[in-house]
């Protein structure tokens, strides 16, 4: 089973607006952690934010936010004030248990930023 | 500090061909890790190493092997190469007892024909 579901393959954004890029993930750890990488065309993993299973406020760093809904299982990323450096490849990731940093990534959404 | 480098960053293989895909760290990281990423896939998990001496196999291991001498190095090997690997890899480390955030090289492009 698919243990991260990055539902949006793709998306389109106006300069300057904020998006919400959607992940799921399927766990039957109670300790887990959730993290959101950017891959821009030059191919490098920049790691962007994490959340941790028991945070109990959502995470932010600078303009990207982490909106953890726990019960529904879901950790959205939020850009706000988007900018051309933003396009980019998106994932999602989680690492379960306290102790096992093996990754489980989605497919990733790809962040067109129009100007 | 460097980071986190592999090399080469390209690599054309012919079937059948072995190769060795270098990785190291300066950070002292425990914790490294290989990964593959396809198309549309996302990056997959193909061997881990909690230390020196220990590794472990991950969700795609087949067709590749990888030793931990040193804290610093995690090379991978490409046994026999075959067209199914060819992808992109990154390795990736981190420091145990924290986050478990993974800090990724730069990634190598492997073709094999």
């Known amino acids: 089973a698919q243990k991260i579901t990055q539902t949006q393959p793709g998306m389109f954004v106006q300069e300057k607006e904020a998006v919400t890029l959607d992940c799921t993930y399927d766990t039957s750890d109670q300790s887990y952690g959730l993290f959101w990488y950017k891959q821009p065309s030059s191919g490098e993993m920049i790691f962007l934010i994490y959340?941790?299973?028991?945070?109990?406020q959502n995470a932010t760093e600078g303009r990207y936010s982490l909106n953890f809904q726990k019960a529904r299982k879901s950790a959205n990323l939020v850009i706000s004030a988007s900018q051309l450096g933003d396009s980019a490849m998106y994932f999602c990731?989680?690492?379960?248990?306290?102790?096992?940093?093996?990754?489980?990534f989605g497919a990733g959404t790809t962040v067109t930023v129009r100007a | 500090n460097a980071g986190v480098t592999q090399t080469p960053k390209f690599q054309v293989l012919k079937t059948g061909q072995s190769m060795t895909l270098q990785c190291a760290q300066d950070m002292n990281h425990e914790y490294m890790s290989w990964y593959r990423q396809d198309p549309g896939m996302g990056l997959r998990l193909i061997h881990y190493s909690v230390g020196a001496g220990i590794t472990d196999q991950g969700e795609v291991p087949n067709g590749y092997n990888v030793s931990r001498s040193t804290t610093e190095d995690f090379p991978l090997r490409l046994l026999s190469a075959a067209p199914s690997q060819t992808s992109v890899y990154f390795c990736?480390?981190?420091?145990?007892?924290?986050?478990?955030?993974?800090?990724f090289g730069p990634g190598t492009r492997l073709l094999v024909l």
């Open positions: 990731a989680m690492r379960e248990g306290p102790y096992d940093y093996k990754l489980s």
């Open positions: 990736a480390s981190t420091v145990s007892g924290t986050t478990g955030t993974q800090y």
């Open positions: 959340q941790g299973s028991y945070d109990e």
